[in-house]
């Protein structure tokens, strides 16, 4: 990732850049993060903080906990939202806390954060953030089909409207503030597309921040062409299930090559990729900088 491509603009957006471009920075360390005299494990009581259960990155860290033997330490479950709080929490009072964590994401604009580097390569690498449809979509929704297929947008676009929600706005406003100020862009993904009148469309997404803010702007886009959208919010499992029965139309929601390998793979022909719609996102273990750690292996000591 060219970090300074990522610095631009002003204010959320800049804030949000600076955010990512830390990643993976090791020379912040600030404060230990609390006792000197503690291990990391016994100063975060062999606990990492995870999100709901079906995510690909829970997954993957049940993985890390075996290839890096951290035979002791567990991996909690929760949500999106209660692993934020739990990092706020631990933030205000500069606590250590471990969480399972992935860009794009508002918390690196909110949080001096680093990730912790994975020598094995668990988390993989640069992931992508790909639009899967149901068997039959081109031909039933052909101009959603299109539109879905044409949308791509960056970290920096998903970032403003993560942050604005954040910062207390609805996600509809923000997602239709963003789709205000980027006419072009819509432009794009509806290039060569025909209107059309009220035809339904169903769309599942998981209430993962970075999805909350592509699947609301998609309801926008889709609406201004006609289409009546509803957003169903599932679980990660249910969400493929959906889209591979059919019972939903379609997702942006599908982390690839590897968050989402085993529900790709156990649906393979069952669903259609309409292309990537975000490039170079990640997924891995993130920590404050206070804290003086910089690997997955100093979990072991
Ligand atoms: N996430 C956000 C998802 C994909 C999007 C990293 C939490 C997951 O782990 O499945």
Redesign the pocket.
């Known amino acids: 990732m060219k970090l300074t491509k990522k610095i631009v603009g002003l204010g959320a957006v800049a804030l949000f850049a600076i955010g990512l471009a830390a990643c993976g920075n090791d020379d912040d360390k600030n404060e230990s993060g609390g006792d000197t005299t503690k291990t990391v494990g016994e100063s975060v009581d062999n606990k990492i903080t995870g999100?709901d259960p079906g995510?690909?990155?829970?997954e993957a860290t049940d993985k890390v906990l075996v290839e890096y033997e951290l035979t002791d330490w567990d991996l909690t479950t929760g949500s999106?939202a209660a692993m934020t709080a739990s990092l706020k929490k631990a933030y205000d009072k500069e606590q250590p806390i471990i969480v399972?964590g992935?860009t794009p994401h508002w918390k690196f604009a909110k949080y001096d954060l680093k990730y912790l580097e994975d020598p094995k390569g668990v988390y993989g690498g640069e992931e992508q953030i790909r639009t899967i449809g149901r068997i039959g979509l081109a031909e039933d929704l052909p101009e959603a089909h299109k539109i879905l297929s044409q949308f791509n947008w960056t970290e920096e676009d998903m970032g403003e409207i993560m942050v604005a929600i954040q910062d207390g706005e609805k996600e509809d406003v923000a997602s239709q503030n963003w789709v205000d100020a980027n006419e072009d862009k819509v432009a794009e993904w509806t290039n060569g597309v025909e209107k059309v009148d009220g035809d339904k469309i169903k769309l599942a997404y998981?209430a993962?921040d970075?999805?909350i803010a592509s699947h609301n702007v998609m309801k926008i886009v889709l609406e201004d062409m006609g289409y009546k959208v509803t957003l169903t919010q599932v679980e990660?499992g249910p969400l493929w299930t959906a889209v591979a029965d059919g019972s939903a139309d379609a997702s942006l929601?599908a982390?690839m090559p590897l968050?989402?390998k085993t529900y790709a793979e156990k649906f393979e022909g069952k669903f259609e990729e309409l292309g990537v719609n975000m490039e170079g996102v990640k997924?891995g273990l993130v920590v404050p900088t206070y804290m003086d750690i910089d690997s997955i292996e100093d979990l072991k000591k």
């Open positions: 999100i995510a690909g990155i829970m999106s399972t992935w998981v993962w970075s999805e990660a929601a982390w968050t989402h997924v």
